[in-house]
Nanobody, 124 residues
Framework: QVRLVESGGGLVQAGGSLRLSCAAS????????IAWFRQAPGKEREFVAGMKWSGDTFWADSVTGRFAISRDDATNTIYLQMNALKPEDTADYYCAARPGSGPYSHVITHYSSWGQGTRVTVSS
């Protein structure tokens, strides 16, 4: 099992940027796929972006071209750079991990390790 801790959320004006971090500890020597999900008030949790252990990246249509995902293997940290933020990006953001065998998955229930979440609020 891998433990995940998110940070970097906050309040930002529309058009601004934030960078979220997801620090992994525990069995980080194993190959894990990582995903960022978000949950807006009153809405279901949804996939935002992710990275397979091999480095391939995946995006939701709503964030393509605005968000970027990167990984620092030296510190076992995954980053989500969010640019051109919109009020509709307001949500609690969660990183999640699953063993990296098989194809990449956007399905919430496929992920076994979750962070506690970090809140992003985008004001108009």
């Amino acid at each position: 099992q891998v433990r995940l801790v998110e940070s970097g959320g906050g309040l930002v004006q529309a058009g601004g940027s934030l960078r979220l971090s997801c620090a992994a500890s525990g069995r980080t020597s194993s190959m894990y796929d990582i995903a960022w999900f978000r949950q807006a008030p009153g809405k279901e949790r949804e996939f935002v972006a992710g990275m397979k252990w091999s480095g391939d990246t995946f995006w939701a249509d709503s964030v393509t071209g605005r968000f970027a995902i990167s990984r620092d293997d030296a510190t076992n940290t995954i980053y989500l750079q969010m640019n051109a933020l919109k009020p509709e990006d307001t949500a609690d953001y969660y990183c999640a991990a699953r063993p990296g065998s098989g194809p990449y998955s956007h399905v919430i229930t496929h992920y076994s390790s979750w962070g506690q979440g970090t809140r992003v609020t985008v004001s108009s």
